[in-house]
């Protein structure tokens, strides 16, 4: 079974920086489109930024845009969330997901995947 493994979350303050990191096992990393999610409490999950299988495609929730970056390493078998100027709103559990047969941008709109970490916890203070 294909199993996706968060790290990275944590503490941070207000305009800080935090890289999350999602390491697959499984299955064939390169065959997935790749992306990031986030739950904050009582909320829907939402996409947070996605990555084509070459890495040469990604999209980013207008929230994130500027501040966050998705990137994968296909030899690692790993994807990462780097996150820069954060704010208190991004307090979230992150999840990271993997998805077969999709486009990056369908990935984000439809906010599915074949896949799912467990979730890691970021939380931002002011």
């Known amino acids: 079974q294909v199993q996706l493994a968060e790290s990275g979350g944590g503490l941070v303050q207000a305009g800080g920086s935090l890289r999350l990191s999602c390491a697959v096992s499984g299955g064939t990393f390169s065959s997935f489109v790749m992306g990031w999610f986030r739950q904050a409490p009582g909320e829907k999950r939402e996409f947070v930024a996605t990555?084509?299988?070459?890495?040469?495609?990604?999209y980013y929730a207008d929230s994130v845009k500027g501040r966050f970056t998705i990137s994968r390493d296909n030899v690692k078998n790993t994807v990462s969330l780097q996150m820069n100027s954060l704010k208190p709103e991004d307090t979230a559990v992150y999840y990271c997901?993997?998805?077969?047969?999709?486009?990056?941008?369908?990935?984000?709109?439809?906010?599915?995947?074949?896949?799912w970490g467990q979730g890691t916890q970021v939380t931002v203070s002011s």
């Open positions: 990555i084509n299988r070459s890495g040469g495609s990604t």
């Open positions: 997901a993997a998805a077969y047969v999709t486009t990056a941008q369908a990935m984000g709109v439809r906010v599915s995947a074949d896949y």
